[in-house]
Antibody
Framework: QVQLVESGGGVVQPGRSLRLSCAAS????????LHWVRQTPGKGLEWVAV????????YYADSVKGRFTISRDNFKNTLYLQMNSLRAEDTAVYYC???????????????WGQGTMVTVSS | FMLTQPHSVSESPGKTVTISCTGS????????VQWYQQRPGSAPTTVIY?????PSGVPDRFSGSIDSSSNSASLTISGLKTEDEADYYC?????????FGGGTKLTVL
C-alpha cells in the first residue's frame, strides 16, 4: 500500500545538524512532489518545505530558509531534510507528506507519514 | 495571508457541525482549500481536497464548501460520530508557501 516512513529524528544540541529521511513505497515516487510539515507537541501544523517531482524546484518556509535543505533521491524512493543550525524552536514532530498533484505542485497533501520527533536541547 | 479557525467546537452524536476557515485578505476562492483530520496521537489525514472533493474512503458525511461573500471555507460533518472527535485543519497556499489554519478541536459529546 501507499506508505511514507520517516526516520532520523532524535535529540540534538542547539547549533548542531540532523538529517531526516522519508522512505516511500506503493506509488510512483518520481511523479509526485513531496513536503515536510512539522508540529510542535500540542500545537498546530507548520509547513516546512516542498520539492517538485524531479527535484528541480524547492520552496521553504521563512522560518527555516537558509538553514534547512530538502532533497530527494528518485532511485532510492527517499526524501530528505537536512537541518543545520538547529534551534530550540525547531523541536517538533516532522511529517513527510505526498503532494496532491501529479507531475506538478498543487500545494496540497494527500498522503502523510507517521512522523519523527526532533528535540533540540542542550 | 492567514487562515483563521475557531479554537474549538462541540456537538452531540448524530448532529451536524460546521467548522469555518476565514481568509485574512484577498479571495479565499483564488486557491483551493483542503481540510485535514488529526486524531489524538496520530498523523493528519486528508478529508477534503480542492474545496469540496472527498478522497476515497472518506464518508459522505464530510463535505466542504467556499463562501466568497464571507471569504471563508467550511467543513461540515453530518451524523456526528464519536470517532469524528479530532483536530481539524484547513489549508491553502499563497506566494509559494503553504498556509495552515490554527486548527479546531472538535468534541463530540
Amino acid at each position: 500500500q501507499v506508505q511514507l516512513v520517516e526516520s532520523g529524528g532524535g535529540v540534538v544540541q542547539p547549533g548542531r545538524s540532523l538529517r531526516l529521511s522519508c522512505a516511500a513505497s506503493g506509488f510512483s515516487f518520481s511523479s509526485h512532489g513531496l513536503h515536510w510539515v512539522r508540529q510542535t507537541p500540542g500545537k498546530g501544523l507548520e509547513w516546512v518545505a516542498v520539492i517538485s517531482y524531479d527535484g528541480s524546484n524547492t520552496y521553504y518556509a521563512d522560518s527555516v530558509k537558509g538553514r534547512f535543505t530538502i532533497s530527494r533521491d528518485n532511485f532510492k524512493n527517499t526524501l530528505y531534510l537536512q537541518m543545520n543550525s538547529l534551534r530550540a524552536e525547531d523541536t517538533a514532530v516532522y511529517y513527510c507528506a505526498r503532494e496532491g498533484g501529479w507531475l506538478q505542485i498543487v500545494w496540497s497533501f494527500d498522503i502523510w507519514g507517521q512522523g519523527t520527533m526532533v528535540t533540540v536541547s542542550s | 495571508f492567514m487562515l483563521t479557525q475557531p479554537h474549538s467546537v462541540s456537538e452531540s452524536p448524530g448532529k451536524t457541525v460546521t467548522i469555518s476557515c476565514t481568509g485574512s485578505s484577498g479571495s479565499i476562492a483564488s486557491n483551493y482549500v483542503q481540510w485535514y483530520q488529526q486524531r489524538p496521537g496520530s498523523a493528519p489525514t486528508t478529508v477534503i481536497y480542492e474545496d469540496n472533493q472527498r478522497p476515497s474512503g472518506v464518508p459522505d458525511r464530510f463535505s466542504g464548501s467556499i463562501d466568497s461573500s464571507s471569504n471563508s471555507a467550511s467543513l461540515t460533518i453530518s451524523g456526528l460520530k464519536t470517532e469524528d472527535e479530532a483536530d481539524y485543519y484547513c489549508q491553502s497556499y499563497d506566494n509559494f508557501h503553504v498556509i495552515f489554519g490554527g486548527g479546531t478541536k472538535l468534541t463530540v459529546l
